[in-house]
């Protein structure tokens, strides 16, 4: 009986609980741009796992070194948020070396719906680049589902 109790105690001071996750995909593709992106996160105190898409801006939008379809990796999203009811995101790309100055930043904003699962809000886009005098600014509206 000793023995049991003692291996009970042991069991349960070795036990870890289980961490859920989840995962949620967004997207967005009307004249200003075409973004996706997906990622998976922990229900806990953990943050976005894998995040990864695609962003491109139409020509008239374009700057040399963003033209044509971004890859998007981590290292685009630097900043996120996932709580109580809302998704955010920040994806910021830069042009490559031995070309001109570019960068955008596109910056999403949602809200859970009714269901909890549909997340509707805003985009914006800032795009800069040295043969820009001002930024380029563009908003739309962006879905996502979350899971």
């Excluded at 105190?45 to 491109?56: K, Q, V």
């Excluded at 914006?124 to 820009?132: Q, Y």
Aim: hydrophobic share 40%.
């Amino acid at each position: 009986m000793r023995r049991l109790m003692l291996s009970l105690v042991a069991l349960a001071a070795l036990s870890t609980p289980a961490f859920a996750t989840g995962g949620f995909s967004c997207a967005v593709k009307d004249r200003n741009v075409t973004f996706e992106g997906e990622a998976g996160f922990s229900y806990s105190l953990g943050g976005i796992l894998n995040f990864r898409g695609s962003i491109e801006l139409p020509k008239d939008l374009a700057r040399k070194g963003l033209d044509g379809k971004i890859a998007l990796d981590p290292s685009f999203l630097t900043h996120h948020w996932l709580h109580d009811g809302e998704l955010r995101l920040l994806v910021h790309a830069e042009s490559g070396d031995n070309q001109p100055f570019a960068a955008l930043d596109f910056v999403m904003m949602t809200k859970a719906g009714a269901d909890d699962i549909g997340y509707e809000g805003t985009y914006t886009l800032r795009i800069e680049g040295a043969d820009l005098d001002e930024p380029i600014r563009r908003e739309g509206k962006i879905g996502c589902s979350v899971g």
